[in-house]
């Protein structure tokens, strides 16, 4: 349970910080920037996936958070210098991912209040 009270930490800092903090990015990178907060997005869900299926490992954790993030930035950098809308595969491949990692966590939430 200690790692997932670290988590919500995180998160909540995370949120207060991006909150209050005045950062700014050119309008021109936000097709990027949406892009690669879907991907975090979706490994968040699949990391408190993991961890209520008991088999959460931080590495793959860190490494899938950034490694998607950026991978979908690129994918839709390249696309964008191709007049080719790249980006669509990652939003059909993250946003996919992302309902079905928050099906799988409303369905344990579910059958665990079920059996109290």
Do not use: C, W
């Not at 995370?14 to 920037?33: D, E, F, N």
């Amino acid at each position: 349970m200690k790692p997932l009270i670290i988590a919500i930490i995180g998160l909540m800092i995370g949120v207060v910080l991006g909150l209050y903090l005045p950062i700014t990015y050119p309008t021109s990178y936000s097709l990027y920037m949406s892009v690669a907060i879907l991907a975090a997005l979706d490994s968040v869900f699949g990391g408190i996936r993991s961890h209520m299926e008991g088999r959460f490992n931080s590495t793959i954790f860190v490494t899938g958070f950034f490694g998607n993030a950026i991978l979908a930035g690129i994918l839709a950098y390249i696309g964008d210098r191709l007049g080719v809308p790249l980006y669509y595969a990652a939003i059909f491949a993250f946003g996919g991912r992302l309902f079905q990692n928050f099906a799988m966590i409303r369905r344990y939430l579910i059958e665990r209040i079920s059996k109290k």
